[in-house]
């Protein structure tokens, strides 16, 4: 199983990122995949998710409204699209699987990819 992560980078507050997260060794049809991030000092938290049949769910209120995901399960890819970035959107963003259910709870996950560092600054 591997996940991989991309997309983040520098942008400028307001600004827009789209992370992806390829799947293999596992089909989105069977797992869900969640989105956490990781600031220094902090706990890693649940960002959002997406359960094996597709229904999404936002966890970081603060993010509600701006941040996306969805998948492509031609490409077995997910995605998190970020708009209207904050400083405080800042981290590194790994992507997780599990099987079928979304779980806050990052000891839930099966597999992890590596991260991709989203930083937001002007």
């Known amino acids: 199983v591997q996940l991989q992560a991309s997309g983040g980078g520098l942008v400028q507050p307001g600004g827009s990122l789209r992370l992806s997260c390829a799947a293999s060794?596992?089909?989105?049809?069977?797992?869900?995949i969640g989105w956490f991030r990781q600031v220094p000092g902090k706990e890693r938290e649940a960002v959002s998710c997406?359960?094996?049949?597709?229904?999404?769910?936002v966890y970081v209120d603060s993010v509600k409204g701006r941040f996306t995901i969805s998948r492509d399960t031609t490409r077995n890819t997910v995605y998190l699209q970020m708009d209207s970035l904050k400083p405080e959107d800042m981290g590194v963003y790994s992507c997780?699987?599990?099987?079928?259910?979304?779980?806050?709870?990052?000891?839930?996950?099966?597999?992890w990819g590596q991260g991709t560092e989203v930083t937001v600054s002007s």
């Open positions: 060794g596992v089909t989105l049809e069977d797992y869900a």
């Open positions: 997780a699987a599990r099987s079928r259910w979304c779980y806050r709870v990052a000891e839930r996950y099966d597999y």
């Open positions: 997406i359960t094996n049949i597709g229904n999404s769910v």
